[in-house]
């Protein structure tokens, strides 16, 4: 017998098939919409990331990057909630401070081992650094999306989380080069 609970859900719904989808509370809105653009960017974002652990070989990096992508799930459901109604009972969908210096932490202690830079450097290097890059890319294109959705659309911290995002995906970068043995090109 299978519980309730148990039963499968069905990944397609036809719900927008017409072009818009549901966010929290239950009000429809257009895929075009700047909310939806702007958690779509945070899904891409985390979906790079996930193309970056499949491949670093690194258990370090890879911890990190999968940490990056359970607050991303979390960013994206404050997005999806224009009305902040799981605030307070979802938890894990919570950033604040203390994961903003959970950040800041992993790029000093990462910073600490790179030589300083000088000069900028051109993204690339091997697979993991060049995809680290353009997650980097990726991040800030989210950033400027939330952004444009205004002051009161999410909480401070998210936007100071993203923008920490990028920086560690810089020193990310550097560091899986770094330690495949790639030189970095400077600019």
Known sequence: MEHAYNHRVKIYTRTGDSGDTSLFGGARVSKSEPRVAAYGDVDELSAWLGLVRSGAGDADLASILE??????????????DPAHRIADRVT????????????????DTLDADL?????????????????????????RRAERSIVALGRDAVE??????????????FVMARVANRRAGLAESEW
Request: charged residues 20%; positive net charge; aromatic residues 6%.
């Open 67 to 80: 940490q990056l992508q359970r607050d991303l799930f979390a960013i994206g459901a404050r997005l999806a």
């Open 92 to 107: 894990k969908a919570a950033i604040g401070a203390r994961d903003i210096e959970r950040l800041e932490s992993w790029i």
């Open 115 to 139: 030589p300083p830079l000088r000069k900028f450097i051109l993204p690339g290097g091997g697979v993991a650094g060049a995809s680290l890059h353009v997650a980097r890319t990726v991040c």
């Open 156 to 169: 401070p911290g998210i936007l100071t989380y993203m923008n920490r995002i990028s920086d560690l995906l």
